[in-house]
């Protein structure tokens, strides 16, 4: 069983900056793709960011420029470190990631979602 648990959300002014993390366990092999997703009340999760097992990564627009995706495979963590904050990025946050897992016969990759962590920049 795989679990995805994220942590670092809470409220800041404008300006400001927050660290999410998104920690995997269980009978992990590897973990490979992750991405940072977001969704305001009454809108689309809207993709953040991404990085890739070799540490690639792609931003969204909104936040070129202020959001830094990391990952340590040692931890089976991921961040986003987000600074100067603006009332928009007000979302709930999900970190996703694709892990590769042993099962009881072999190997399974799956896609799995974190529970989700709430941001909220006053302005």
């Known amino acids: 069983q795989v679990q995805l648990v994220e942590s670092g959300g809470g409220l800041v002014q404008a300006g400001g900056s927050l660290r999410l993390s998104c920690a995997a366990s269980g009978r992990i092999f590897v973990t490979n793709r992750m991405g940072w997703y977001r969704q305001a009340p009454g809108k689309e999760r809207d993709l953040v960011a991404t990085?890739?097992?070799?540490?690639?990564?792609t931003y969204a627009d909104f936040v070129k420029g202020r959001f830094t995706i990391s990952r340590d495979n040692a931890k089976n963590t991921f961040y986003l470190l987000m600074n100067s904050l603006k009332p928009e990025d007000t979302a709930v946050y999900y970190c996703n990631v694709d892990i590769t897992s042993y099962v009881s016969s072999g190997l399974y990759t799956g896609n799995y979602w974190g529970q989700g962590t709430q941001v909220t920049v006053s302005s």
């Open positions: 990085i890739t097992s070799g540490g690639t990564t």
